[in-house]
């Protein structure tokens, strides 16, 4: 499992970029930009997606929305708006990218621990 940047420092990311800091497959990313009409990468001369750095802190939201909070694609949309017209949208992205952050890495650290107490369920198996 790949561990979030809590914030991106570059200011565009290639969609395999993307995926390793999200912890995300193409797909869902694709998928989500059908459902989500802000996450609309512009594509370079090559035809690729090119993500900012806004967009890689909308799709950890979104991620936090859907997978930590249990929201519907509906739901989560819903959320969002209401976040942009309170103004709340930017710095709750970035709170969610924290959060993901710190998540990834307790399942890191609980993952750790499990070897390292012999309590890995891989141990063993082929």
């Known amino acids: 499992m790949a561990v979030t940047n809590p914030r ?3 200011e ?7 995926c390793a800091l999200t912890d995300l497959k193409p797909h869902v990313l694709r ?9 609309n990468p512009a ?6 997606r ?5 967009e890689v802190e909308l ?25 942009r017209r309170t103004g709340e949208l930017r710095g709750t992205a970035r709170r969610a990218m924290g959060s993901e952050t710190v998540r990834e890495l307790r399942q890191e650290v609980d993952a750790v621990l499990k070897v390292l107490e012999g309590r890995d369920d891989k141990k063993g198996k082929s």
């Open 8 to 10: 991106p420092t570059q």
């Open 12 to 18: 565009f990311f290639s969609i395999g970029e993307v």
């Open 31 to 39: 998928y989500w930009e059908s459902q989500f009409r802000f996450l």
């Open 43 to 48: 594509k370079n001369r090559s035809g690729n």
């Open 50 to 54: 090119v993500y900012k750095s806004r």
């Open 59 to 83: 799709i950890m939201l979104v991620k936090h929305l859907l997978y930590s909070e249990k929201y519907t694609i509906e739901g989560a949309r819903q959320k969002i708006e209401q976040y």
